[in-house]
Every structure is written in structure tokens, then in C-alpha cells.
């Protein structure tokens, strides 16, 4: 024992570390900040160097080449001893920290932790925010599958949308003129150097500024944020009962820090790795891409979105929501913390949490998209063809052969993007129906070209017959008028 | 060279050795630092200058034309023209190739004019469907439906002994202003 105290003697001796390091972790803090609330920060970090020490486990197999990425993540999920449970850990451990980043800045917004002194550590969170999403997204693209490849010619598709320089980003941001090898590789750089690089530089300084500018204090309803006297009350409510940060305030950090370690392995071991799906090869165009959990609800917002606003949001929208978090602690830098005194502040998180859970939630079903297999796969149920003529099952036929099922569900099966086709002889007139099918319409394509009159007709006379049992089909009432007129003329005609 | 006088070393107005020293080791440094960029911006950004000096397009061949059918409309691959090393798979491209009538073609590129996912064509209905956001297409690439705002890109095409051949080397984007991508006609034509 005496060893080892000498030992660390010795090395403090030179590197004089020991006395300031014991100053930053018995820095006293108000004693209402040892909370449950503070700890996500803390485990952004934890999960920050997780994913550092398991980004680089796997950086040990893993091969960033267009052709040997695939192969080489098929090795580690089946030949490397443990290589999917590492794969599982990442992958998890990314969608952890996005979530708690998320959660961390909630946190921080509603307790007015942004607000004077600590504008500047809200500013680089959300430079931070920004990186981990980059992380996400890079990373997504490290998993070289054909998500990861049709993702890229999407990512590819909103940046050539710039204007003047659209294309020429484009080649910068795909290494050449496609997505191939030097794609991979520069998001490889910027996976595994770059933004890593930035991660640390700004973490380091965001957990500086918590240091020297000390915890958000817990806020207090009518405690009013002021810049001329915030310091010294803060310093005066630290300096007479505050309490040193190690033990106090760090057990609860330490205690969630191994929680979250161990979900992810929970998750990573239950669930494992995620894909890789399919090989990025190109002619295989059998592909539904779909991005990661985290950018689901852009996915969503890309299909709502009317076509002539997508440009504009895709392009004004990020800068401008960019901008508005940077300019959030200089617009509302003093005031109340509290967010029982701040309506505004806890409607805005609710209303932006509530839409990109939606969006979230459509995505993961969508129903914009087309079913592709909906034509030949979804028979048409029993009983819709039950005592149908020889025409309406002929139409029947037409139905599913000209895929209209990929769009038109009936009996809960089939696409979603048009409206289901249970009851539309009850929304639709006969000229209606004929109308729609021949000229579509309404987010519809025209079918004229590829229908025969006949095949109209029949399908026509099958679409009229999807009606509830107690509901009757919709009648041009004008129309049985003239036809009624037209048979009494021709019944007294001679 | 300073036309004042030299009075005492701490005036700020006066520059002493040292001073004068460490201005031009600055000067030098960032000398050093544009001799140097010159040849890091060009590599970083030679991805884009290439596309713009030589261009990457050029013709390759898509199969015999009588693998084609008249009237109807075919998947067919090729591989881009530049290959890298490490490119793997990435390379072979797919397209849908439609023959009009004897040697009157349409090539459409595989990806939607939304945001790139694959189009597949389905025969019966005549369309070409987007598995994305929902895009559909007429035959003859003209936007049926859906999210995009314009119809399938096409690429320029010829006939020559027999074979098919396209002009391409491109990932087709909504952006690009390639007047040969997106099959219309230039401005001045």
C-alpha cells in the first residue's frame, strides 16, 4: 500500500494532476441538483465512450470498401467470436444516444438550464445534438447494405436540390459521379475521424463550461434569471449549502451510467445487431429502403409534404431550426427557469415531441408507399365475390391484374396510399367510379391507356358491388330521373 | 522600414527584433499554410473539378437490340463507365429499357425523380411504381402520381450494329442540370 501511495507520489510529483482534478470533483454544487434529472448528461458521455471503445472493436474487422464492407460485417455477425454482440452494442448503443441526447436537451430547455451564464454550453449541445446525428447517419451508412445505399442516393437527391451548387455537392458528397467505393470511404472518414474528432474537442469543452459555470441549480418558480446578479446568488447558494459534487450529486450519475450500459447490452443481446439487409448491389432493385429509427419521421415528412414545399422545407427548414436553437438563450437569456412558470416553453416541447412521434409511427407502416406484391399476393376475400355475376368477378380479375391492390386495400389488406375500396360504391357514383378509373386523378394515375372499354366496364360493375350489406349504392339521382323519363317516352310510343 | 522614431522598446508603435521576427515567422507560416492548401482543396474537391474538366459520361453498352422486345419494357444492367478498385458491386447500374418500334427507345434510369429509390414497372397497369414515398409513372415516364415533380430521367440513347448503347457515368438526381439526364431539351434547342 505504501508502494502504491509513493508510486502515485512520484507521477503527481511531475504531472500535478492529483490537486486539480480532486478541486473539479469536490466542486460543491446546490444540493437540489443531486436529482434524477441530472443525469442524462452524464450518460451521453458514458455512451459517448462506449460507443468510442466499440467503434473501434469493430474497426478491427471491419473493411470500408464498396466491395468487402458487406462481406466483412457478414464475418463479423457469423465468424468473429462475439463480433455480433459488439455489432449489437454499437448499433443499440447509437440509438441510446440519440435518445438520451434528446431527453438531455429537454431536460436542460425546461429547467431554463440554457438561460444567462450558460448560453455558450447550450450553443455547443447543440452542435453536439447536430454531431450525433451525423454520427447516426454516417453510421448508417458504414452498415454498406442497400438501406445504406438507397439512403445515400436519397441523401444525394436533397443535396442536388441546392441551388447553382446542387450537383456539384452532390460529387463531393458521394466522392464521384456515384454512389460506390470512395462514397463509402470518405463517410468512413467522417464516421471514424472527423466527427469523432469534433465529439471530443466540443464535449470537453461542454463539460468545461458545466465546471467552471457549475450545475443549473434546480429552478424555482418566481427565482427570476438576472444578469446583473445571477452569479453572485448562484455562488452564494453554492458556497452556503452547496455540497461537493463527488460523492454527493455523482452516485446517482454513476448508478444510471451502468443502468444505461447494461440496457444496451439487454437490448444488444435480446434483439443483436442490426442487418446487415441485403448486399448494396444496384440491379437489385427488390428494395424497400428505409432509414434508421432516427430519421424515420423525415421519411414520413418526404411522402406528406406537398411536392412544390418539399425543396423549400428541405432546404430553409434545417438552417432555420439550426439557427433558432443557437439563438434560443439570446432571446430568452433572463427570466423564469421554471417550467411551471414557462406554458409556452412546455407546450413548444410537447407539440414538437407529439409530431415526430407521429411521424415516427406513420413510418414505421407507411402507408404512403405502394404494397409491390399486394397485386399478386392479397387474394380478394371470399366474400366479396360471393354471388357476384360472371362480369363482376371478370372485373375482379381486372382489380387485382392492374394493380390496384398495390394502392387500394380491400377486406384490410393491400397498399394504403389511396383510400381502402371496402365501401366506395357508396362514396362513388357508376360515372363517378368511371370517371376516376379512366382520367385517376386526385393523387391517382389515369388509367384510360391501359384499360379496354371492356375492362372498364367490368371493373366498373366489381367496384360497384363493394358496399356494406345495409348501405345501398350511391345513385346519380338526375340520372334515373332521365333514364325514367326516357323509358315512360319510349313505354307510350306506339 | 519605419519612418518614426525608435524611442523606448515598450512604446507599441515601435518594432523591435524579436517582434519583427515573429511577424514574419506568422507571414511565413501562412505562406506555408496557401502553398499547402493549394493541393489539399484541389484533392478535396476533385470529385466535383473531374465531373466538370472531362466529365464522367460516356456510352456504354446496354445488349443486342434484339434482346429487347418492341413494345415493351425491360430491366437491363450495365456497369459505370469509372470503376475504382474498391467500388464492388456498386458499379453494375440497373435501367428500365423501353423500345417504342424499331430502333425508337426509351431508357429511363432506375431511380425515382423524387429522391432516388428504385422505380419497378409493372406490365399489366403500365406504370412504373416507387416503393418510397408512393411516385408513379406512365409507360413513357411521365409522372402519373405521387411526390415527384417531374417524370423518370432518361438517358440519351443510340443504336449502332445492333446494340443499344446509353450515354451515362451519372447517379441521376432531381437536381442535375444535365439537359441529357433530364430529357428535355436544352434552352437553345
Keep these: 500500500m505504501r508502494l502504491i501511495t509513493q508510486i502515485g507520489e512520484w507521477f503527481d510529483h511531475r504531472l500535478q494532476l492529483a490537486a486539480p482534478i480532486r478541486e473539479a470533483a469536490e466542486h460543491p454544487v446546490p444540493r437540489n441538483t443531486a436529482s434524477w434529472f441530472y443525469v442524462f448528461g452524464s450518460a451521453a458521455l458514458t455512451v459517448f465512450l462506449l460507443q468510442l471503445v466499440t467503434g473501434i472493436l469493430l474497426a478491427l474487422i471491419y473493411v470500408p470498401s464498396g466491395g468487402e464492407a458487406w462481406s466483412s460485417l457478414q464475418a463479423l455477425n457469423h465468424q468473429v467470436a462475439l463480433g455480433w454482440f459488439i455489432r449489437a452494442m454499437h448499433g443499440w448503443g447509437s440509438n441510446f444516444m440519440v435518445a438520451i441526447v434528446l431527453i438531455h436537451m429537454v431536460q436542460v430547455f425546461l429547467f431554463g438550464a440554457h438561460k444567462y451564464p450558460r448560453e455558450l454550453t447550450w450553443v455547443i449541445g447543440v452542435f453536439l445534438l447536430l454531431m450525433t446525428l451525423g454520427m447516426a447517419f454516417t453510421g448508417q451508412v458504414m452498415r454498406f447494405d442497400q438501406d445504406a445505399y438507397w439512403g445515400l442516393g436519397i441523401g444525394a437527391s436533397i443535396a442536388s436540390r441546392v441551388p447553382i451548387i446542387g450537383p456539384a455537392v452532390v460529387k463531393l458528397m458521394l466522392g464521384g459521379p456515384i454512389i460506390a467505393g470512395a462514397t463509402l470511404s470518405r463517410f468512413f472518414a467522417l464516421h471514424v475521424f472527423v466527427i469523432p474528432g469534433m465529439l471530443i474537442a466540443f464535449v470537453g469543452l461542454h463539460v468545461l463550461m458545466v465546471l467552471k459555470l457549475g450545475i443549473n441549480e434546480w429552478p424555482m418558480p418566481g427565482r427570476i434569471v438576472k444578469r446583473a446578479t445571477y452569479e453572485a446568488e448562484y455562488h452564494a447558494m453554492t458556497r452556503n449549502e452547496g455540497a461537493p459534487f463527488v460523492p454527493y450529486a455523482v452516485w446517482k450519475d454513476m448508478f444510471f451510467a451502468a443502468f444505461i450500459i447494461l440496457a444496451i447490452a439487454a437490448c444488444a443481446y435480446y434483439f443483436g445487431p442490426f442487418g446487415p439487409t441485403g448486399q448494396p448491389d444496384p440491379t437489385i432493385i427488390q428494395t424497400a429502403p428505409k432509414p434508421d429509427y432516427f430519421f424515420l419521421w423525415l421519411y414520413a415528412l418526404l411522402s406528406l409534404l406537398p411536392p412544390s414545399l418539399e425543396t423549400p422545407f428541405l432546404l430553409i427548414g434545417p438552417p432555420l431550426v439550426i439557427l433558432g436553437l443557437i439563438l434560443l438563450p439570446f432571446l430568452s437569456g433572463e427570466g423564469e427557469k421554471s417550467w411551471k412558470r414557462r406554458p409556452i416553453a412546455v407546450i413548444t416541447v410537447l407539440m414538437i415531441a407529439i409530431t415526430l412521434g407521429t411521424f415516427t409511427r406513420l413510418a414505421q407502416f407507411t402507408p404512403w408507399s405502394p404494397h409491390m406484391n399486394a397485386w399478386s399476393g392479397d387474394p380478394i376475400p371470399d366474400r366479396y365475390i360471393h354471388g357476384t355475376t360472371a362480369l363482376e368477378r371478370q372485373g375482379a380479375l381486372v382489380f387485382q391484374v392492374k394493380q390496384c391492390r398495390n394502392c387500394h386495400s380491400i377486406g384490410n389488406t393491400g397498399g394504403q396510399r389511396g383510400p381502402a375500396l371496402d365501401s366506395v360504391a357508396v362514396r362513388l357514383t357508376r360515372d363517378q367510379l368511371i370517371r376516376q378509373v379512366i382520367q385517376g386523378g386526385g393523387n391517382m394515375p389515369a388509367y384510360g391507356n391501359n384499360l379496354s372499354p371492356a375492362e372498364t366496364t367490368a371493373l366498373v360493375a366489381f367496384l360497384e358491388t363493394l358496399h356494406p350489406a345495409t348501405q345501398s349504392p350511391a345513385r346519380d339521382g338526375a340520372r334515373d330521373l332521365v333514364l325514367s323519363e326516357n323509358t315512360a317516352k319510349s313505354a307510350t310510343q306506339p | ?189
Design chain 2, 1 to 189: 522600414m519605419t519612418t518614426k522614431p525608435v524611442i523606448a522598446p515598450s512604446n507599441e508603435d515601435t518594432l523591435s527584433r524579436r517582434g519583427f521576427f515573429m511577424k514574419l515567422g506568422i507571414l511565413f507560416n501562412g505562406f506555408a499554410a496557401m502553398v499547402l492548401a493549394v493541393p489539399v482543396v484541389g484533392f478535396l474537391l476533385s470529385s466535383v473539378t473531374r465531373g466538370r474538366a472531362s466529365g464522367y459520361l460516356s456510352w456504354v453498352p446496354l445488349g443486342r437490340i434484339d434482346e429487347f422486345p418492341e413494345g415493351e419494357t425491360r430491366l437491363a444492367t450495365f456497369r459505370n463507365p469509372n470503376v475504382m478498385p474498391t467500388d464492388g458491386k456498386t458499379v453494375d447500374t440497373a435501367c428500365w429499357v423501353r423500345r417504342v418500334a424499331g430502333e425508337k427507345f426509351q431508357v429511363f434510369a432506375i431511380n425515382c425523380a423524387h429522391l432516388g429509390c428504385p422505380v419497378r414497372w409493372f406490365p399489366q397497369s403500365g406504370l412504373f411504381m416507387c416503393p418510397c414515398h408512393g411516385g408513379a409513372y406512365y409507360r413513357d415516364g411521365a409522372r402519373a402520381s405521387g411526390p415527384p415533380e417531374r417524370g423518370l430521367f432518361e438517358y440519351p440513347y443510340k443504336v449502332e450494329n445492333g446494340l443499344v448503347t446509353i450515354q451515362a457515368g451519372e447517379l441521376p438526381t432531381p437536381g442535375a442540370a444535365i439537359a441529357s439526364l433530364t430529357g428535355e431539351k436544352p434552352p437553345c434547342a
